[in-house]
């Protein structure tokens, strides 16, 4: 599943292609994402490209003539090819630009989301992202933030650094990472971190988010091309998927354990 680096790459990767050209055309199948392919998508077509951001995992193509919201899901691929490469199975969504180069969104599993918010009617005001968290490189986001979220909750830890509406972009992968470095037990309650593990968590997840990043972005070239297919690249993990491996650290097993349905990796000695 695509993380807050993977989008962020994303985002990177096409907004070179997108920023000030005109969509000239918008193509959407019968085939239905986590909400259906609505006509009002064709409102940009003749519209011009302003801006591409991302907000959590959501990316955002402002225009001339409103909004693109997209949202990756499970599986979703955005790539950047050049106009007549014909379409391949599980390509659901594309626009083409006045550069001769088309976005296509390519999703499997179709958890993805592709929806047209009018100029007047911005997406940041929409349901999904009107309560998000603070970003996490954002100033807002920090130790004292953090401290004042996680006292008022008595859930794990994990569970709460995996929330959204405390902060976004940690999701289940980056959570374990994070919590390994910073030497923080998973199933801690969250209100028994103190004050100096907010400060090292909110230093370790930028640290580990923004490595992520970098390393994307030599695979950025994977966005043009004809078999321009973008593989999400594999981290350097120390924990997650290492079930029964020796702990990098001290060379004991990392136990694998289950909380709240999505699995977690630590090493019982590293963390306790
Ligand atoms: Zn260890």
Same mark, same amino acid.
Request: charged fraction near 25%; hydrophobic fraction near 35%; aromatic fraction near 10%.
């Given at each position: 599943? #695509?993380?807050?680096?993977?989008?962020?790459?994303?985002?990177?990767?096409? /907004? &070179? =292609?997108?920023?000030?050209?005109?969509?000239?055309?918008?193509?959407?199948?019968?085939?239905?994402?986590?909400?259906?392919?609505?006509?009002?998508? =064709?409102?940009?077509?003749g519209?011009?490209?302003?801006k591409?951001?991302?907000?959590?995992? =959501?990316?955002?193509?402002?225009?001339?003539?409103?909004?693109?919201?997209?949202?990756?899901?499970?599986?979703?691929?955005?790539?950047?090819?050049?106009?007549?490469?014909?379409? /391949?199975?599980?390509?659901?969504?594309?626009?083409?630009?006045?550069?001769?180069?088309?976005?296509?969104?390519?999703?499997? %599993?179709?958890?993805?989301?592709?929806?047209?918010?009018p100029?007047?009617?911005? #997406?940041?005001?929409?349901?999904?992202l009107?309560?998000?968290?603070?970003?996490?490189?954002?100033?807002?986001?920090?130790?004292?933030?953090?401290?004042?979220?996680?006292?008022?909750?008595?859930?794990?830890?994990?569970?709460?650094?995996?929330?959204? =509406? @405390?902060?976004?972009?940690?999701?289940?992968?980056? /959570?374990?990472? @994070?919590l390994?470095?910073?030497?923080?037990?998973?199933?801690?309650?969250?209100?028994?971190?103190?004050?100096?593990?907010?400060?090292?968590?909110?230093?370790?997840?930028?640290?580990?988010?923004?490595?992520?990043?970098?390393?994307? &972005?030599?695979?950025? %070239?994977?966005?043009? &091309?004809?078999?321009?297919?973008?593989?999400?690249?594999?981290q350097?993990?120390?924990?997650?998927?290492?079930?029964?491996?020796?702990?990098? @650290?001290?060379?004991?097993?990392?136990?694998?354990?289950?909380? &709240?349905?999505?699995?977690?990796?630590?090493?019982?000695?590293?963390?306790?």
């Amino acid at each position: 599943m #695509p993380e807050l680096p993977e989008v962020e790459v994303t985002k990177n990767g096409i /907004a &070179g =292609y997108l920023i000030d050209q005109k969509i000239t055309k918008v193509y959407f199948d019968d085939k239905s994402l986590r909400k259906p392919f609505l006509p009002n998508l =064709y409102n940009l077509e003749g519209a011009e490209v302003r801006k591409v951001e991302r907000r959590a995992k =959501y990316i955002i193509i402002m225009t001339t003539k409103g909004y693109l919201l997209l949202h990756l899901g499970m599986t979703g691929h955005l790539t950047v090819l050049d106009k007549g490469v014909q379409r /391949a199975l599980h390509d659901h969504f594309e626009i083409e630009l006045s550069n001769k180069k088309i976005i296509r969104l390519n999703d499997i %599993r179709r958890f993805g989301l592709v929806l047209y918010y009018p100029l007047e009617q911005s #997406p940041y005001e929409s349901e999904y992202l009107k309560d998000l968290g603070p970003e996490p490189f954002s100033d807002e986001f920090n130790a004292e933030y953090l401290y004042s979220k996680l006292s008022r909750h008595s859930k794990s830890i994990k569970q709460t650094i995996t929330d959204n =509406y @405390v902060v976004v972009g940690i999701g289940n992968i980056y /959570a374990s990472e @994070v919590l390994f470095k910073t030497k923080i037990n998973p199933t801690t309650p969250a209100n028994k971190i103190s004050l100096r593990q907010c400060q090292n968590l909110v230093s370790n997840i930028r640290d580990i988010l923004s490595e992520s990043i970098n390393k994307g &972005g030599t695979t950025i %070239r994977d966005f043009s &091309g004809a078999d321009g297919r973008l593989g999400y690249f594999v981290q350097n993990l120390n924990v997650y998927g290492h079930k029964n491996d020796p702990c990098p @650290v001290c060379g004991h097993k990392i136990v694998s354990i289950i909380q &709240g349905q999505r699995s977690t990796f630590y090493c019982p000695n590293c963390q306790k």
